[in-house]
């Protein structure tokens, strides 16, 4: 709940408006029962119609001002959490772009889009809630006990004596609700990861016909999330019952005795009519402290998740001292590094914790200088995409040192690092935008370079194909493209801005091979001052490159140029062979 008040402290000034409006529109409603009994017993027996006129104009204004200033304190609550919600949202969007890979697979994907969701929601309800329901609730609920004891204090006791048995239900039920929403939460989190794993793979769950066993898993898991929220919906609502009986029975009571009193003279009629106003205010103002505490349970477990997130160090920023002479020839160097991935579950069950983890990498040494180019090769799950992650301060390394000019990656702020690199990943994303923005990304790339990125790419004559003449213009969607003109895109998005140093993961696999030998003679030829790191199963696609490592389960079997590695290393010369015969063939 600290998030919450947080928030509301930024905009204290705004809601404080609103809480003050509320304030006096819930006022204006206690007047009205009171202006009502008065009119009954005293002004309407004496007979005067002007007084009876005056009073009953008074009451109409009364009654108007109530609903228009509940209306407007209504308006301004709604306005208020949304600008909150808003802020939660962008704060919470801000800190997760910018989470190390070890924090955002420690919360895992589907988890940070529910908390962005359906979490950040459920404060935005808390927040309005709090500018509305918990003013005029405890207001209604104590001012109507304050004004029936003026009235009369012995029909009074009746709701003195129900109130706090009531009270203390809903403080014990809420209490137990908390928990029981946090859960809720996390089986949403499942929901969230099995729809967006359905959706994202459709054509493959289609593709296999398993479009039964997708909504069976879904199923399960929707079930399992509903049969939580019922669970905790079921004991939210124990003080429902309860409390409508109480006020049933107060009700009754009200009723009774108040008949008793009138008769014997005791209580005026229209005190009676009056206190079953305020009785249902007060009824009102129980069942408004039901909903609060409701709401409340649902926004502090929500705000809880969200605060984790909002809590987690911001590594981006930290820089350590670097007193080593930088080589000034020296681009990349790995001195001994050795990583392991943690588990990627959530934050809240951090069952791995002291397990003993595999290494992805294990002793990884080499270095590139300037002019250099490094070819990295292997099987499916050696460690290749764990060095670029690694090298783009993705996960810092367990042990070891990684340099980048000379630096210490330490040494670096995270955008001054990544600014050197222009990077295509395995299953990189195309934006549903234009061409000519997924290219740019919005960096005011020169159209130059964007055109000359475009065709080391080898991408310009599709784009120019596209949709009668559109070309750069045109917008598109990754289901419109075939992979391999997915490839050439991503890449010419990397190449757009000459970076220094160039990282194409796996990025022609889709390309035929005459395409692949075409993109990498163009790269070579129109950024000679890049190096190139190249990530490939195929050998052809690293053979010309000055340096390659061999990997295999995370260590370096070998590493050298080709003919050396064809001399040393017996698993590339098999891969070689393997390859280049089919070529041949």
Avoid at 77 to 83: E, F, G, M, Y
Avoid at 285 to 307: C, E, P, Q, Y
Wanted: aromatic letters at 8%; proline letters at 3%.
């Amino acid at each position: 709940m600290k998030l919450i008040f947080s928030y509301l402290n930024k905009y204290k000034a705004a809601v404080a408006v609103a809480i003050f409006i509320k304030l006096i529109g819930t006022l204006s409603e206690l007047l009205l029962p009171y202006i009502l009994e008065h009119i009954i017993d005293n002004v309407v027996p004496s007979g005067n119609l002007p007084l009876v006129l005056l009073w009953g104009s008074g009451m109409f204004v009364t009654a108007f001002l109530c609903r228009l200033f509940n209306v407007k304190a209504n308006r301004k609550a709604i306005d208020n959490a949304h600008r909150i919600s808003y802020e939660v949202r962008q704060s919470l969007f801000e800190k997760t772009i910018s989470l190390t890979g070890a924090q955002f697979d420690s919360f895992s994907l589907p988890s940070l889009i529910s908390r962005m969701t359906s979490d950040s929601y459920n404060v935005q309800q808390a927040v309005q809630q709090f500018q509305t329901l918990c003013v005029r609730a405890p207001i209604m609920l104590v001012g109507g006990v304050m004004v029936a004891s003026f009235m009369d204090w012995h029909m009074a006791m009746i709701m003195v004596v129900i109130l706090p048995v009531l009270i203390a239900v809903i403080l014990f039920v809420s209490s137990r609700g908390i928990p029981m929403y946090r859960k809720v939460q996390e089986k949403l989190d499942v929901v969230v990861r099995l729809m967006r794993e359905s959706i994202t793979g459709i054509r493959v769950v289609r593709a296999l016909s398993k479009e039964s066993y997708e909504m069976n898993r879904f199923a399960k898991a929707n079930h399992e999330m509903m049969k939580s929220d019922v669970a905790a919906v079921t004991v939210m609502a124990i003080p429902g019952p309860l409390m409508q009986m109480a006020l049933n029975i107060g009700l009754t009571a009200v009723v009774f005795i108040g008949a008793q009193r009138v008769n014997a003279g005791l209580m005026k009629p229209g005190v009676i009519l009056a206190f079953l106003t305020y009785f249902n205010m007060i009824a009102m103002g129980v069942m408004g402290l039901n909903r609060i505490f409701m709401t409340m349970s649902k926004a502090s477990a929500s705000a809880d998740r969200i605060h984790a997130v909002l809590l987690e160090p911001d590594l981006g920023t930290s820089v350590i001292e670097d007193d080593s002479e930088p080589d000034s020839d020296e681009v990349i160097a790995f001195d001994h590094v050795n990583f392991a991935y943690g588990e990627s579950i959530t934050h809240e069950t951090k069952a791995f914790a002291g397990e003993q983890r595999e290494n992805a990498l294990d002793d990884i040494s080499f270095t590139v200088k300037k002019g250099e180019s490094l070819g990295i090769i292997g099987p499916t799950g050696c460690g290749k995409t764990t060095i670029i992650n690694l090298m783009m301060n993705f996960y810092d390394a367990d042990s070891g040192e990684i340099r980048i000019d000379g630096r210490k990656i330490g040494a670096y702020q995270k955008q001054e690092l990544r600014r050197k690199f222009g990077t295509v990943f395995q299953n990189d994303m195309i934006f549903q935008d234009t061409l000519h923005e997924n290219i740019n990304f919005g960096r005011g790339i020169e159209e130059e370079k964007i055109e000359t990125a475009v065709e080391s790419a080898q991408a310009l004559e599709f784009i120019q194909s596209i949709d009668e003449g559109l070309a750069y213009e045109a917008a598109i969607k990754g289901a419109n493209l075939s992979g391999g003109q997915k490839q050439r895109i991503l890449v010419a998005r990397a190449l757009a801005a000459s970076p220094e140093i160039l990282v194409l993961d796996d990025s022609s696999s889709a390309l035929d091979y005459k395409t692949d030998a075409a993109m990498r003679r163009s790269i070579t030829e129109s950024y000679p001052d890049s190096t190139l790191i190249m990530i490939a199963q195929r050998v052809s696609s690293v053979m010309n490159m000055t340096k390659i490592l061999v990997l295999d389960n995370g260590k370096c079997i070998g590493y050298g140029d080709h003919e050396t590695l064809m001399k040393t290393c017996a698993p590339y010369r098999e891969t070689y062979e393997i390859q280049m015969g089919d070529m041949n063939e």
